[in-house]
Structures are given as C-alpha cells and as structure tokens.
C-alpha cells in the first residue's frame, strides 16, 4: 500500500474519499484546455484494461442497442393514425402513451445512476433490456378494450430503457480519450435520429406490410434479443476514470447527497442540462406530431382523403423518417466536426455550437408550421434545415457532460439530466401539444380544416422553446472553461485556486495498489 496523500480545501472540510489503482503516474498531465477533459490525454495509455478491439466491439454493441432504442421509442409515433382508429381516442389520450413512457423513464433514472456510478454497470444493463424487451413484446397483444394496460406496458418499456440510457455513455467515456472519444460519442449519438427515423419507417412500412399495426412493436423486441446476446458476450466493464488514468480505476466512496451537492455547485452542467431540457421538449413534440401533422395538412388541402380506417396511409411517416435518417448523420458529424475545428481556438465552442443550432431552427419551425397549408414539398425542405441544425447538439451535449465531471459521478450526472431532462422536456410536451390542439378543435364545429389547424396553433410553442433553449447553452458558455480545469484538477489530484468555482473542492484522495 503506497502512503496516503491528503489535499484539504481552503475550507478545510471533509469530502468524500476516493482511491485508484498506483498504475503509471499521477495520471493525466496539465496542458492546454481544449474541448473536453478527455482531449487533454496526449497519447492512449498503455495499459488499458481493455483492448482497443475490444473497445471498439463494445462500441458496436452499444451503438446497435441504442439503435434499438430509439426505433422502439417512435414506432408508435409512425403508427400513431391507426393506432388512433383502433381505440377511438383522442390527441391528448393519444400523446399518454408517450408520456407515461417518458415518466416512468425518468422516474427511474436517478436509481440507475446511483447504481451505475457504484455497482457492475454491465449487469444493470442487462438486467434493464431484459424488462424493455419483454414488455415491449407484451404490449404489441393488448385488445383494444385494454388501452389502460397499453399505457402500463409502455410505462414498464420505460422503465427497461432507463437502465441503458444511464449507463451506456459512461462505459464509452471510460473506455476511450481524446479526439477518439469524441468521435465514438459522436457515432453513438447519431444513432438516435438514425433509430428515431428507422422507428417511423419499419413502424408504418410493417403496419402496411401486415395489415396490423400490432406487428411494428414486435420487430424491436425480436431485434433486440440479439442485443441482449451481444452485451452479454462482448461488452466489458472499464473501470470507472481508466480512460483519463492510464488504465487505472478511480472508485469513489462518496454518498448520493454529495453527488447531487457536486453537481449543483457546477454551473456549466447545470446550464447545460437546461438546455438539453429543451433540447429534449422540442424533439419530443416535434417526433411525435409532425407526421400526423403533415397528413392533416394534405387532407386539408384535399390532396389526399382522410384516413377513415386503418391501416392509414403511410407515406408522411416514410419521408419524415427517412429526413431524420439523413439530418441526424449530417447534424451529428457536423456537429462534431465544428467543435473539433474550433477547439484549440475556442475552448468554450460546445455550448455555442448548441446554441446556435437551436436558434437557428426557430425560425425554420415556424416557416414549417406556417407553409405546410400551402405547399408541401416546401414545409420538408425546412423541416430537413430545422432538424439539421438540432442534431448539431446530439453528440455535442454529451460530451460535455463526459468533461465537465468526474468519473465516478457520471453515471449520476447522467441520470440527473435525463431526469430533469424528460420530466420538463418531451415527458408532457406530446400532451401538452395534444391538450391544446384539442381545446382549440372543441372552439369550433368538427371538420379536417379544423382538426389540422388546431394542431399547427398547438405546434407553436416549439419554436419558442427552441429559442429559450438557445439562451440556456449560451449560458453554460460563460462558466464551461472553468469547470472543465475544475474537473481535471480532481482526476490529477491537484489543489485548486483559493477563489471558489463551480464545482467542488478537491477531496482527500487516496492511492493504493489493485
């Protein structure tokens, strides 16, 4: 056991004890700060726990699952007509489904940080896909006197994806450093317009190819047993901090309250989180209105008739998933591709780049909901700018949170904001769109012209927010450089500055042979 080196904060009170492996060093060396934590690493350590192939499987699995995830998340959006006619409910009621989903996601989200910054995160995962895929299965059987049980299975889906969401972005943070971490963050966050995308394509094009919308819900459980096989098998379990120490973990002994403490003190994350937030309530309403929304525009115009019975026509749920396809690769690389240009030069970039795509997508918002009465083919060519200038944050937004905390409290960081994140986000932006649309449809006597321009009203707040978002990452840029030297400091184990931050003080620290 090597000897124990104690560091004390200016206010010389106790903090959470944490220790790590003596491995080679003191870890990272102190140079320029850049766009994250992780490009500070100047080379790859030698002594990872884990093979660079082996990350990269990991990786692919990752990616694959979360694939999933997110296909399974909209495929009731592209289905949502026919789901509508199956039980004879409203927009509002119909919008449940995806809020029950969302709150039960977010309600548990906390537990599975606490667990996942603490306890083997591959058997969390595991454990988590295992409910998602067997209730997702379950609700695809339910009869349509049973739209209660429908929203309970979807609630229990939820439950399932809380575990993954958490956890996986940790294991990739601790798995690689640098520009490589960056762009694998990038690789597993374009999958979330991908899967989104291929949710509302396979949803509709099976619901057509079968008769039954039943069979969209039954693809993704059946996709992701082998998912599930694949964690088993292929994905390890880094030790928490390896990527930033050179192979050795960093455990901590901290209590959830000084977690939660840690990260309120840290202004850049907190910012950042209302600004995911945002992020989260536009995409959640957007996702889930426009294909209904584009297919009432063209009833209105008289370009097609109303879908009377199911299966509806399926065409709007094809071209806006195969838009999200193409905006998420494009948004998420552009992103990506921007933050690592302008790094070296700007080190507060990140939350600029956040912003800047969320006030730029304002005005193409309400150009769509305005235009889609006239003409169509306009109302996707901005719908095509608007998402690509969303997607600009997708991998942006997470890697800041991998920079600007510790990584034993990552798993934590990432629960709290997919908490925060969904509860004011898209958990009730669906509903709340719906709620309004149907307060507005009830003003005047029931017709199609009605019913669509009662949704394009409701549809208007999301620009609006989109802005309000734009202002919360300008924010988080004022305060990013110095939580991100914060953060550093606590991995290298150096004091900080007497003036205070926003983050916490260093802890007394600990080192000690594996």
């Known amino acids: 056991m090597e000897p124990e080196v104690s560091v004390s904060s200016p206010q010389d009170k106790p903090r959470p004890r944490w220790s790590r492996g003596s491995g080679s060093g003191s870890g990272l060396h102190y140079g320029s700060f850049v766009n994250s934590l992780s490009s500070l690493t100047p080379k790859v350590p030698d002594n990872q726990p884990i093979s660079p192939g082996r990350a990269k499987i990991a990786v692919a699995v990752l990616c694959y699952i979360n694939l999933l995830n997110y296909m ?7 289905v949502l007509l026919n789901l509508q006619k199956f039980f004879d409910i409203s927009d509002s009621t119909a919008a449940l489904l995806q809020t029950v989903f969302i709150c039960s996601f977010l309600l548990l989200a906390p537990l599975f940080g606490y667990l996942g910054d603490r306890y083997n995160r591959k058997y969390i995962m595991v454990g988590g896909l295992s409910v998602w895929l067997v209730t997702a299965a379950a609700s695809s059987f339910v009869t349509e006197s049973l ?8 609630a229990m889906v939820g439950i399932g994806e809380a575990s993954y969401s958490t956890i996986a972005p940790t294991i990739i943070g601790d798995l690689f450093t640098g520009a490589q971490r960056s762009l694998v963050i990038c690789l597993f966050y374009i999958f979330i317009p991908i899967g989104s995308g291929l949710g509302y394509i396979t949803g509709a094009g099976l619901a057509t190819a079968t008769g039954d919308w039943r069979w969209a819900l039954r693809i993704t459980p059946i996709m992701g047993v082998f998912g599930l096989v694949m964690l088993v098998f292929l994905c390890p379990n880094p030790p928490r901090g390896a990527a930033e120490n050179h192979g050795e973990g960093i455990t901590g002994q901290s209590t959830y309250l000084e977690d939660v403490k840690y990260l309120l003190k840290n202004k850049s994350y907190l910012w950042s989180t209302f600004g995911v937030t945002a992020t989260a309530f536009l995409t959640g309403a957007l996702a889930f209105w426009t294909p209904t929304y584009l297919s009432r525009a063209q009833v209105a115009q008289n370009i097609r008739p109303p879908c009377e019975k199911e299966p509806c026509n399926p065409i709007d749920s094809y071209i806006f998933g195969a838009i999200t396809v193409v905006t998420g690769i494009l948004g998420g690389c552009l992103g990506t591709g921007l933050s690592r240009r302008f790094r070296d030069k700007v080190p507060y970039v990140d939350p600029i780049i956040c912003a800047v795509g969320l006030l730029g997508s304002a005005p193409c918002l309400f150009v769509v909901i305005f235009v889609a009465s ?14 690509v200038l969303i997607s600009l944050n997708w991998a942006v937004m997470a890697d800041i949170l991998l920079y600007v905390v510790i990584p034993t409290r990552r798993s934590t960081a990432e629960a709290l904001q997919i ?3 969904h509860l004011l986000g898209d958990a009730g932006s669906p509903y709340l769109v719906g709620a309004i649309s149907d307060a507005l449809s009830k003003s005047q006597p029931s017709s199609h012209i009605w019913s669509f321009h009662s949704l394009k009203f409701s549809l208007l707040v999301c620009p609006f927010v989109g802005a309000l978002g734009a202002l919360f990452f300008f924010m988080a840029a004022l305060y990013i450089t110095e939580d991100k030297k914060a953060a550093l400091r606590l991995v290298e184990e150096e004091p900080p500055p007497q003036q205070g931050t926003s983050t916490e003080a260093p802890m007394e620290m600990s080192t000690q042979e594996k």
């Open 374 to 387: 006239t003409s169509i083919p306009a109302t996707y060519v901005f719908i095509f700018l608007g998402e």
């Open 419 to 421: 908490t925060v994140g």
């Open 72 to 78: 399974e998340r909209y495929t009731i959006a592209g």
């Open 147 to 154: 739209f209660w049980l429908l929203m309970l299975l979807r």
